[in-house]
């Protein structure tokens, strides 16, 4: 094989071409970019450039025999392709043609076609003879930056807790008694309660800091240490206290806020009902002011309208207990209610009955429990009476005179509950990605007979199609929520607005979450399943997240009735002219989506590009929104009440929430990374963001190719890209799991060493 048939100059291309007829998802855009990387090499003569194009050429068929001399010639050098190096298949080429030419020199046009077709070693292993060298670590991005990314300005704050958690008392194991698992939990609470980190949110002059976005942060954190923590955390310090703060007053918080985050006082937040669940207007316990006493009579009138499911029941002291509030003899509407519980022996008071929930699915560790209340007398003053209070002469008075406005903004207030518990989700399935994708970096299954070893888990195209698309769905979904709890704690922010998209990003993130950790427990066969392996607990535990703090199909018609609102509003405000700003993108719509050439565009800038994320993503939102809005009017025209025909698409209101999260997603995470300084790990997130965008974009491609937004040719190359973009990112996947900061010791999985 020493006297070779071809020049130095066509031998350096064998490898590449090799790869090239290997792979038929070549597109014509592809092909075009090996023509222009040939026609500006300078080490090729003329005769050499004109026999490598012959072998781009469509009509041109190469012979079997000419293939097979390649591969001969490839394998005959005996030279190790090393995964690890800069452009492995440039340098591979390299040292073929030295070993054949006696030398050879770094070709920058190989490393072009290399570097722009994406070729990563796990597409084309499989096509030598050779084992390939491999090396499961890139070196090329570190970690910690990407990590320093992430923390943005809570790092202060997410490093100090980290290393709070490498505590004896933060230690993981497997506890099936949940007594003795709510024990724990309760003195990891109360150890965080020392700590400060309970009051975070709270006002300084009640030793906390005023920071809710910290508290988000760390939130996630807790997840990696065990959920039961992380729920019973957010109900004492979130919710108890959350309601004391934002629906209390200074009487209130003096009284009440500093114990609270001390957790010297343990609270519970009482708003659910057995016969009342997501419909927190109808709830059906009473809280009636008796003129005479002065005090507000708390009773739970039927069978199933006791309070169910309430976290830290059984060792709670207190509840903000949500109630209908009647004044004389005027039902006011929903109002929280401080009701004690027990006493200092931990007794239950006169009238109080609180019932063990038992075991559960997950968060085994969290006490809930059911409440009811027989004529419990409370004093006026134990009225959260920030939005609605009972005057000195026994009349009711609030600021905000609509009940439907008041009712909302109260609860408008405590949306930072929803956006920690897609924060936990997030956790939880970050944890899990982690575990899985370094099990898959380490264990081998399956080979080639002619092969030294097995192949690695990850290196398998289909374990990285299950499993990096959840990765860079986890990195958007993290700014994302970094954005909703900026804009949370705005105070400039329109809140109505915050409403909206908290309960839509809580849906489709805590569901993101539920089958991220399904898919990470799959991926790592019978290991998965073990408890050791810490994946069955978190698919257990972040379960109920799509059910809490608002189940998600109710949460998602509630965003899509957010953008319906926003809709009519626009109408309303600029009238005849809005209608002709309507109609007008309706129209460029059409021409958009029945434009061949815009539909069938499958060449890697446009796919590429955020203006074709952004338009495809907001084209369904806004389709989905005149469409909906159309059939609600028609059946409305038809003497339908509009409650019935919010009924009729209800399926459709669905969609619509769920269309509107994943835009707005995509939205906060490209306007996120745009401030990223260093070109290099902003080139790596923006590459995270397409393959979301893809990625997404093709799980609704039936929809895009029903509305002739998409051709069947350009559904096609988003697949295929989606497909290529993971193998892109498999060498720095480890880089990418590790930049989500998990301490060492809180990853305690076996299968994860």
């Known amino acids: 094989m020493k006297n070779l048939q071809y020049s130095k100059g066509v031998t350096q291309y064998l490898p590449f071409f090799y790869i090239i007829w290997a792979d038929d998802l070549l597109s014509a855009s592809e092909i075009n970019v090996v023509k222009h990387a040939l026609e500006e090499d300078s080490t090729l003569e003329n005769l050499d450039k004109e026999l490598l194009l012959s072998w781009l050429k469509n009509e041109t068929s190469l012979k079997d025999k000419e293939v097979k001399i390649w591969k001969q010639i490839i394998d005959a050098s005996k030279i190790k392709l090393i995964e690890s190096e800069s452009y492995p298949l440039t340098f591979y080429s390299q040292k073929i043609t030295a070993s054949y030419f006696s030398e050879s020199t770094f070709n920058e046009s190989l490393k072009k076609i290399e570097l722009n077709l994406g070729m990563q070693p796990n597409h084309y292993n499989h096509l030598f003879e050779v084992k390939i060298s491999t090396n499961n670590v890139s070196k090329e991005y570190d970690n910690t930056i990407i990590d320093s990314i992430?923390?943005?300005?809570?790092?202060?704050?997410?490093?100090?807790?980290?290393?709070?958690l490498s505590a004896t008392i933060f230690h993981w194991e497997t506890i099936r008694d949940k007594s003795a698992h709510r024990k724990k939990v309760l003195e990891q609470v109360k150890h965080l309660a020392n700590k400060g980190y309970g009051?975070?949110?709270?006002?300084?002059?009640?030793?906390?800091?005023?920071?809710?976005?910290?508290?988000?942060?760390?939130?996630?954190?807790?997840?990696?240490?065990?959920?039961?923590?992380?729920?019973?955390?957010?109900?004492?310090?979130?919710?108890?206290?959350?309601?004391?703060?934002?629906?209390?007053?200074?009487?209130?918080?003096?009284?009440?806020?500093?114990?609270?985050?001390?957790?010297?006082?343990?609270?519970?937040?009482?708003?659910?009902?057995?016969?009342?669940?997501?419909?927190?207007?109808?709830?059906?316990?009473?809280?009636?002011?008796?003129?005479?006493?002065?005090?507000?009579?708390?009773?739970?009138?039927?069978?199933?309208?006791?309070?169910?499911?309430?976290?830290?029941?059984?060792?709670?002291?207190?509840?903000?207990?949500?109630a209908q509030l009647i004044v004389n003899g005027k039902n006011e509407g929903v109002h929280a209610i401080l009701v004690p519980l027990r006493d200092k022996n931990h007794n239950l008071l006169p009238g109080i009955n609180v019932v063990d929930n038992g075991y559960k699915l997950g968060l085994n560790g969290v006490d809930n429990g059911k409440i009811w209340f027989n004529q419990v007398a409370v004093?006026?003053?134990?009225?959260?009476?920030?939005?609605?209070?009972?005057?000195?002469?026994?009349?009711?008075?609030?600021?905000?005179?609509?009940?439907?406005?008041?009712?909302?903004?109260?609860?408008?207030?405590?949306v930072g509950g929803r956006i920690c518990v897609a924060r936990a989700g997030l956790g939880g399935a970050k944890m899990a990605l982690t575990i899985a994708i370094k099990h898959a970096l380490q264990r081998r299954q399956f080979n080639d007979n002619k092969k030294m070893q097995e192949d690695l888990l990850m290196d398998y195209p289909s374990h990285q199609l299950r499993l990096i698309p959840l990765v860079a769905k986890a990195y958007v979904y993290h700014f994302t929520l970094d954005k909703m709890m900026y804009d949370y704690c705005n105070e400039t922010s329109d809140k109505r607005k915050v409403e909206t998209q908290a309960a839509g990003l809580k849906s489709i993130i805590t569901w993101y979450a539920n089958s991220t950790i399904q898919e990470c427990r799959e991926a790592c066969g019978g290991k998965g399943y073990l408890i050791e392996n810490r994946i069955a607990d978190l698919k257990n535990d972040v379960d109920i997240f799509t059910t809490f703090e608002g189940d998600n199909t109710v949460l998602l018609q509630l965003a899509a009735k957010g953008v319906l609102s926003d809709f009519k509003a626009e109408f309303n405000s600029a009238g005849f002219l809005s209608v002709l700003k309507l109609l007008s993108n309706q129209i460029n719509d059409s021409v958009t989506t029945a434009n061949p050439i815009y539909t069938n565009k499958v060449d890697k800038d446009h796919l590429y590009d955020p203006e074709f994320h952004k338009n495809a993503l907001n084209y369904r939102t806004r389709r989905l929104t005149y469409s909906i809005a159309k059939r609600i009017q028609g059946y409305i025209k038809k003497g339908i009440p509009s409650y019935q025909a919010f009924l009729k698409v209800q399926t459709h209101l669905i969609s619509l929430g769920k269309a509107y999260s994943i835009a707005i997603a995509y939205e906060s995470y490209y306007n996120s990374i745009t401030e990223i300084k260093n070109e290099k790990y902003a080139y790596l997130f923006k590459k995270l963001g397409v393959l979301y965008a893809l990625h997404e974009i093709r799980i609704d491609a039936s929809w895009y190719l029903e509305q002739g937004y998409i051709g069947a040719t350009k559904s096609k190359a988003i697949r295929q890209r989606v497909e290529r973009l993971s193998t892109e990112l498999r060498p720095h996947i480890n880089a990418l799991i590790d930049g989500f900061g998990i301490p060492e010791y809180c990853l305690t999985a076996p299968i994860s060493k």
């Open 379 to 414: 004093p006026k003053d134990n009225l959260l009476d920030k939005y609605g209070s009972i005057t000195n002469d026994g009349s009711y008075y609030s600021n905000i005179k609509n009940p439907n406005k008041r009712f909302f903004t109260m609860l408008g207030t405590l």
């Open 150 to 164: 992430l923390k943005g300005k809570q790092a202060k704050v997410v490093d100090t807790f980290r290393e709070d």
């Open 199 to 322: 009051a975070m949110a709270y006002p300084t002059a009640y030793n906390g800091t005023e920071d809710m976005e910290g508290y988000a942060a760390i939130f996630e954190h807790m997840m990696y240490v065990d959920g039961s923590m992380a729920i019973k955390f957010g109900v004492q310090f979130g919710l108890f206290g959350g309601s004391i703060q934002k629906l209390g007053t200074k009487k209130h918080h003096d009284l009440y806020l500093k114990n609270t985050g001390e957790a010297s006082l343990l609270g519970c937040f009482a708003m659910t009902e057995t016969g009342h669940g997501s419909n927190v207007r109808g709830v059906k316990t009473t809280a009636t002011y008796d003129k005479k006493t002065n005090q507000i009579i708390i009773h739970t009138p039927g069978k199933i309208d006791n309070k169910e499911y309430i976290g830290n029941a059984l060792d709670s002291k207190m509840a903000s207990v949500f």
